[in-house]
């Protein structure tokens, strides 16, 4: 199998509303004789028509900009030109801005306080396909991924939750839901499972502490009150 060679010279564009920091990066980029700068622009519409015209291979492009936003312009420019890799250069690394452009279809995110020979290698590597991230923006990602995913109880498990918070046992939440005993405990079961708990104190508390539960209005004083409040009995679920 024949590696992919990469283009004797890349052409790019650079988008920037800034106009000092557009032409500090033209001139970091313009004694690299790998690559062609073939178009400037200020906004992120001007980035899209820059890519409609010029074809380049490598779109380098800020987040926040008029008329267009980065973010916006890459979508349309991976939609409408998927030959075009864009790659974003910018001082914001918030999760919400990365977010946004690893959504749109960016193949790369930098910080501006990349430096020259980063930039070119985050370039070729653009050009090639591969994903190219600054550290932090990195290390952010990969923090965001290992949070616990949000946890949702549904409205009838939010019911036979708040029952077991007013203390009622199994047998009386099925009386005031109008359900049967065998049925609470499945809704039971199922939040214990959602929650990673093993009973119905600790389910209410968690629930409690993420605020899926809205607090009783007589709240307890303490664990041993809530398991006497909430009913528990021995090998009740």
Request: proline share 5%; glycine share 6%; aromatic share 2%.
């Given at each position: 199998?024949?590696?992919?060679t990469?283009?004797?010279?890349?052409?790019?564009?650079?988008v920037?509303?800034?106009?000092?920091?557009?032409?500090?990066?033209?001139?970091?980029?313009?004694?690299?004789?790998?690559?062609?700068?073939?178009?400037?622009?200020?906004?992120?519409?001007?980035?899209?028509?820059?890519?409609?015209?010029?074809?380049?291979?490598?779109?380098?492009?800020?987040?926040?900009?008029?008329?267009?936003?980065?973010a916006?312009?890459t979508?349309?420019?991976?939609?409408?030109?998927?030959?075009?890799r864009?790659?974003?250069?910018?001082?914001?690394?918030?999760?919400?801005?990365i977010?946004?452009?690893?959504?749109?279809?960016?193949?790369?995110?930098?910080?501006?306080?990349?430096?020259?020979?980063?930039?070119?290698?985050?370039?070729?590597?653009?050009?090639?396909?591969?994903?190219?991230?600054?550290?932090?923006?990195?290390?952010?990602?990969?923090?965001?991924?290992?949070?616990?995913?949000?946890?949702?109880?549904?409205?009838?498990?939010?019911?036979?939750?708040?029952?077991?918070?007013?203390?009622?046992?199994?047998?009386e939440?099925?009386?005031?839901?109008?359900?049967?005993?065998?049925?609470?405990?499945?809704?039971?079961?199922?939040?214990?499972?959602?929650?990673?708990?093993?009973?119905?104190?600790?389910?209410?508390?968690?629930?409690?502490?993420?605020?899926?539960?809205?607090?009783?209005?007589?709240?307890?004083?303490?664990?041993?009150?809530?398991?006497?409040?909430?009913?528990?009995?021995?090998?009740?679920?």
């Amino acid at each position: 199998m024949t590696a992919r060679t990469e283009p004797a010279e890349l052409r790019i564009i650079v988008v920037d509303d800034h106009t000092v920091m557009r032409a500090g990066v033209v001139a970091l980029l313009a004694s690299e004789p790998a690559i062609d700068i073939v178009g400037e622009g200020g906004d992120g519409r001007a980035a899209v028509e820059l890519v409609e015209l010029l074809k380049p291979d490598v779109a380098l492009i800020d987040l926040r900009m008029p008329v267009l936003d980065g973010a916006s312009a890459t979508a349309e420019i991976v939609r409408r030109h998927p030959g075009t890799r864009v790659l974003i250069l910018t001082t914001y690394d918030t999760d919400a801005e990365i977010e946004r452009a690893v959504e749109a279809g960016a193949i790369g995110y930098l910080l501006k306080d990349t430096t020259r020979d980063q930039l070119v290698d985050a370039i070729r590597s653009a050009s090639r396909g591969e994903t190219v991230l600054a550290p932090r923006v990195a290390e952010r990602l990969v923090a965001r991924m290992r949070r616990p995913a949000p946890v949702a109880l549904t409205t009838r498990e939010v019911d036979v939750l708040s029952a077991v918070a007013d203390g009622l046992s199994n047998v009386e939440i099925g009386r005031r839901l109008v359900i049967a005993e065998a049925t609470v405990k499945t809704h039971l079961l199922r939040v214990f499972a959602k929650l990673d708990v093993r009973d119905r104190t600790h389910a209410v508390v968690v629930a409690l502490e993420r605020g899926l539960l809205d607090k009783p209005s007589q709240p307890p004083s303490g664990t041993s009150s809530l398991a006497c409040r909430s009913g528990l009995k021995a090998g009740e679920k």
